[in-house]
DNA sequence: GCTATCACTGAACAATCTGCCCAGCAAAAA
DNA sequence: TTTTTGCTGGGCAGATTGTTCAGTGATAGC
């Protein structure tokens, strides 16, 4: 859909500071309230801001512990497994890749040793062949949006404002 | 640092609605307003939600292609990797795992042809011995976290309320 | 048994923000 | 030239927020 420079420097601002209202949003911005609310309103009903979920830190919730698992899958077996992985809580998230039926799934556990019941439950199934898993130790770049968010912005937008 | 029953309903709530205020949110959990106000700042202050910054889809900015790229790092070579691989905007996460000086990344792009780029910029530096991608072709199970949630506040939390 | 502490309730207050409306203006498109 | 689009700046009622206060019940400590 393509975000010029407002609509870039509106998302830094919200993702800086999430609880501005649009008021304050405007402000900052330098553009009448109108503005920013029409913004905010096309970014969110275009789907390039997609909610404003609270982001939990599975950490705090007891959760320390995360590891990526490549799963490869039995040809047909796809939608079983997909089946069976939305229903562990431990699974944060799945994706099918390339490759013969393969799937990477982000877990996370109370503990090393915790980690093992999870993935015992993952693979709990017919229709994985195999897994391979991998302990995450550290995360030197956690999720972020901001520097796509400013490339986009740069080079898509042809400055509307 | 623990979540009881209410805890988790008013994080499934933030999470479905984000937009509803404190004063909405203790109306649906039936609780006062001050006692709503409470929790979500011991929630927020105990570092359980990290913050309600916005959502961005990749895909709504022009960059629809996701990748799971695994990079096997020279040993000693990790700090460098991490520092460039951090100045790449399409590198939207990155954590290091197991194994020998392994890393694991998210990358996004415009086009399958363009993950070539973003490919020839990540592993454009020294340290990086051995890179396997793959690309992401469904999300069966999108990053969640209400079912853990739940799960965390069931066996954790004592019912404070 | 008595008391301090804690979490919650219910209420009040001023300040602020939201949703909504309008008229005017300027630039781009038809 | 006329129309459309995006932005400005203003106003309004209604709702929400931040804050404070007193009262209550349960729990833990003395």
Chains 1, 2 share one sequence.
Do not use: C, K, W
């Amino acid at each position: 859909m393509g975000i010029d420079r407002l609509d870039g420097r509106l998302l830094e601002l919200l993702a800086e500071e999430p609880r501005i209202g649009v008021l304050e949003l405007s402000r900052r911005l330098g553009v009448a309230r109108g503005t920013a609310q029409a913004r905010l309103d096309r970014l969110t009903s275009g789907g390039v801001i997609r909610g404003f979920g609270p982001q939990v830190d599975p950490a705090a919730l007891g959760y320390p512990v995360t590891a990526f698992a490549m799963l490869e899958i039995r040809q047909g077996q796809g939608a079983e497994v997909r089946a069976h992985l939305a229903t562990v809580p431990e699974v944060l998230e799945l994706h099918t890749t390339t490759g013969s039926g393969d799937m990477l799934g982000r877990l996370v556990a109370r503990s090393n040793a915790d980690l093992q019941r999870v993935i015992d439950r993952v693979v709990g199934i017919e229709g994985i062949v195999r897994a391979s898993t991998a302990i995450v130790m550290e995360n030197p770049v956690p999720l972020r949006i901001v520097p796509l968010v400013r490339q986009a912005a740069a080079d898509g937008g042809g400055d509307r404002s």
